[in-house]
Each structure stands twice: as structure tokens, then as C-alpha cells.
């Protein structure tokens, strides 16, 4: 293997870019040419492609987002659409992709590695922590980290007005950044898409909590498990108490990456390029017990939902 090619795709996520940089420039210590496509397949099918060096990784590490921006491509979901971007690759030589993305992402870079002679490494990057085959995907740390800071934030005026606060975050179907910012932050509740919630047993909670002498509640509602205002409406309706709500929206996918987002990514981004210098098969790359692991992408993308219920109750355990 002498060309290859990286891409980020799908939602954006804090530490792409590091996980760029660090493709870039050890891919370049193996003696790879080393392409940027940007704005994902969408880039790569009209051709947006172009040679990168050392330098051009300076100074992102510490960035969020992606310098080689992001995008949902509707085209590669068809054969159509992944031949022109084959036709692309080829006109440059370059026979292995590095896509740092999403589930839908990694769907794609399956069908572009069945369908030609391409070697596809998917580097898992993904705020929401969806990717089943993996313990932790890059950018998710840093949205839980910001999340607890909107926590903290809300905690010193919710106690100070003794309130009950409901705060939105994102995640799709998976409730990780609702749990872990949930303990990690105190909430007296966490609502997520993985344990049908029961209204009346969170009215009950608040109220019996407030006879223990607990004069503020946090509840973490994750995106995927409930609507805001049904619930909010549900607690006045049963108790009387009003619900503050806070939407966390997009503020969560950007910022600076955390620490462990950053190794991670270095982690990832050195095994995906040796296993491009090896010829491997297709894989995804991800950690579980802190090892560095490459599953074949089906294998990876067939693995069921993983769950952590001991941390659900935990969660609840420690509200109390
Ligand atoms: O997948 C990342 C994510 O931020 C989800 O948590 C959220 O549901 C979605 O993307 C939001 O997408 P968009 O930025 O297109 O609104």
C-alpha cells in the first residue's frame, strides 16, 4: 500500500481532527502518501481530494469539529454513488481509506469494501457512544465532560431557587452521555432510551425526596428516551411542582477534545494506518478493556447492544 486517503463523516465529533493529525503523520512515518478528502463521501464522490502533509495537520489537535469538514452523503448509499467515489480513488492511485465517522459512515465504507478493491479502517467518531463492537467512541468523553458543566452550571441556580431542573441531551438511541453525565454530575434522575421510564414513579421520587430534605432534583433526559414537554407536563399535572427545562443542543458536539478523546484517537489512528500497511481486510477500529481492538466490519456492525445496567442502577443508587 502506497496512497491512502482519510475522510470524517457524519455528525462532527471533538477529537476528529486529532485523529486526523495523527493518521496524517504516522501514515507519512510509514512512508505513505497521505490524501484529505473533504466533506466526506459527498467530497469524495465530486473529487474533492487533496495531498496532505505534516503541516497541514498543525496546530487541530486541540480543535473540535473537523478541518476537513463532514457531511451526509444520500448519494453513497447507492451503488451509483460509491462507483463514482471508487472512480475517484483510483484516478489517484489510492487503495486504502481511513473514514472516521458514524454507524451510517461505517455502513457505507462496508459497501464500498465489498464492492471494490479498496481497504476501508473506520475509526469510530461519534458523540452518542452507539457503536456496539466498541466501549467508547472519540468525541464522546468531551460531550460528557460538557455536559457535566452544564450540570454544574444548573445545579448552582437550581439549588438556589430550590427547583426541579430538566436538562436535553443528544445521543439518538443510546442514553451513554445521559448516564454518565448523570453520575458523574449528581442527577436524582436519568431518563434514557435503553429503560422505559414510568412517570409516576419519577413524581413519586421527587416527592419523597424532598420529604429527605433534598430541596433541588436534576433530571437528565437523553434525546432518544421521551418528549421534554410531555414529561414536564406529566410532573406538574401529578405533583404541581414546574419543571425548568434546559435544551443542551449542538454545544455538546463541539469544544475542545478532552484528554482521553485525544489519545484515543492517536491510539486508533496508528493502528487503522498499520493495519492499511499490513493489507488487512476491511475493519473498525475501537477499545475495548482500554486494548486497541480491529474487528472485520460486519462482524463489528452485527455486534448487539451492549448496555450497562449495573451503572443504570448505580445512578439511582447514589440519588438517593
Ligand atoms: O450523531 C450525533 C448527533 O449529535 C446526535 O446525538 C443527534 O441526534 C444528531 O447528531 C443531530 O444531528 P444534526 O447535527 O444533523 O442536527
Redesign the pocket.
Known amino acids: 500500500m502506497k496512497k491512502i486517503a482519510v475522510l470524517t463523516s457524519?455528525?462532527d465529533?471533538p477529537g476528529m481532527n486529532a485523529a486526523i493529525r495523527a493518521t496524517v503523520r504516522y501514515a507519512l512515518y510509514k512512508g505513505l502518501d497521505v490524501y484529505g478528502v473533504e466533506r466526506g463521501y459527498a467530497g469524495l464522490i465530486n473529487g474533492n481530494v487533496n495531498r496532505l502533509n505534516s503541516r497541514s495537520v498543525s496546530d487541530i489537535i486541540h480543535r473540535g469539529g473537523t478541518i476537513l469538514k463532514t457531511s451526509?452523503s444520500p448519494e453513497f448509499t447507492e451503488q451509483e454513488g460509491r462507483r463514482a467515489a471508487y472512480e475517484v480513488l483510483s484516478a489517484y492511485g489510492i487503495t486504502g481509506l481511513v473514514v472516521i465517522g458514524?454507524d451510517g459512515s461505517f455502513r457505507g465504507a462496508r459497501d464500498l469494501s465489498h464492492e471494490y478493491d479498496i481497504k476501508v479502517m473506520g475509526i469510530p467518531g461519534?458523540?452518542?457512544n452507539?457503536l456496539n463492537y466498541t466501549d467508547y467512541t472519540l468525541g464522546f468523553d468531551t460531550a460528557v465532560n460538557t455536559t457535566l458543566w452544564a450540570i454544574n452550571s444548573l445545579r448552582d441556580t437550581m439549588g438556589s431557587h430550590d427547583r426541579v431542573s430538566l436538562l436535553e441531551v443528544?445521543?439518538?438511541g443510546c442514553g451513554d452521555?445521559a448516564l454518565y453525565a448523570g453520575i458523574a454530575g449528581g442527577a436524582e434522575y436519568v431518563i434514557i432510551p435503553e429503560v422505559p421510564y414510568d412517570i409516576d414513579a419519577v413524581c413519586r421520587d421527587i416527592k419523597s425526596s424532598q420529604k429527605r430534605g433534598k430541596t433541588s432534583n436534576m433530571i437528565i433526559l437523553a434525546?432518544?428516551a421521551g418528549n421534554k414537554d410531555e414529561i414536564v407536563a406529566a410532573i406538574k399535572e401529578k405533583t404541581g411542582i414546574s419543571v425548568k427545562t434546559t435544551t443542551l443542543g449542538?454545544i455538546?458536539?463541539g469544544g475542545s477534545p478532552t484528554m482521553f478523546d485525544r489519545v484515543l484517537a492517536a491510539r486508533m489512528a496508528v493502528k487503522a494506518v498499520d493495519l492499511l500497511c499490513e493489507e488487512s481486510e476491511s475493519r473498525l477500529i475501537g477499545i475495548r478493556d482500554n486494548q486497541i481492538i480491529a474487528e472485520p466490519i460486519d462482524s463489528a456492525l452485527a455486534c448487539p447492544k451492549r448496555f450497562n445496567e449495573e451503572l443504570y442502577s448505580v445512578a439511582h443508587i447514589l440519588s438517593l
Do not use: F, L, N, V
Open positions: 457524519g455528525g465529533a451526509r458514524g461519534t458523540i452518542d452507539d443528544m445521543g439518538r452521555i434525546e432518544g449542538h455538546q458536539r
